[in-house]
């Protein structure tokens, strides 16, 4: 199946610095790729969706200048959470759209904010 | 607006037993459901997908799930469960109108514990 990439897989920053993750399709183009996160125990709920060569659509409540999404290439988007604090701290997972009937997930990143 | 509804936080089963899954959703159109599954500190890993046709789909690692319409249901099965099938399994709708873009909604999540 259809590969989708994470990096990195952990990271621990200190508040006030910014953060970015990278996902990349490996063996296939995505012209749209999601961006979710996890707390603990619960399901993943969508931030984002990225459009390759355009902004990215945002859902209600979540801070866009916060975190910031770049979809430059169609085998990469980049997520930078900004001036991170404690409360960022989650399981960000990001998927890409191989057709509308398969999306592939990448294998998370664990984001803790000191 | 399309829903997903996973109403067991939990299921406990033994091993060699048949395992079950429920799942129901809601979306104005017609739905594409899908199962994931998720082993601790990973991403989801693709189990099967309902998208037309028939209603019993076969998936990854011995699961199937039947597609209910009149129901609204998709519930996840496996006939004889094994201790690695230990994970927390999700249950997803993308509502094939094109209002609803291309965006899942994910259920809550239901964690399958197999005793050996």
């Known amino acids: 199946g259809a590969v989708v990439s994470q990096h990195p897989s952990w990271v621990i920053c200190k508040s006030g610095t910014s953060v970015k993750i990278e996902c990349r399709s490996l063996d296939f183009q995505a012209t749209t790729m999601f961006w979710y996160r996890q707390f603990p125990k619960q399901s993943l709920m969508l931030m984002a969706t990225?459009?390759?060569?355009?902004?990215?659509?945002?859902e209600q409540g979540v801070e866009k200048d916060k975190f910031l999404i770049n979809h430059a290439s169609l085998t990469l988007s980049t997520l930078t959470v900004t001036s991170a604090h404690p409360e960022d701290s989650s399981f960000y997972i990001c998927?890409?759209?191989?057709?509308?009937?398969?999306?592939?997930f990448g294998p998370g990143t664990r984001l803790t904010v000191t | 607006a399309q829903s997903v509804a996973q109403p067991e936080d939990q299921v406990n089963v033994a091993e060699g037993n048949p395992l079950t899954v429920k799942c129901t959703y809601s979306v104005s159109g017609n739905p594409y459901l899908f199962w994931y599954v998720q082993y601790p500190n990973r991403g989801l890993q693709f189990l099967l997908k309902?998208?037309?046709?028939?209603?019993l789909v076969k998936g990854s690692y011995g699961f199937e799930a039947e597609f209910n319409k009149s129901q609204t249901s998709f519930h996840l099965k496996k006939p004889s469960a094994l201790v690695s099938d230990s994970a927390l399994y999700f249950c997803?709708?993308?509502?094939?109108?094109?209002?609803?873009?291309?965006?899942?909604?994910f259920g809550g999540g239901t964690r399958v514990l197999v005793k050996p």
């Open positions: 309902y998208i037309t046709g028939d209603n």
């Open positions: 990225s459009n390759e060569g355009s902004k990215a659509t945002y």
């Open positions: 998927s890409a759209d191989l057709s509308v009937y398969e999306q592939y």
């Open positions: 997803a709708v993308r509502d094939n109108g094109k209002a609803a873009g291309n965006k899942l909604t």
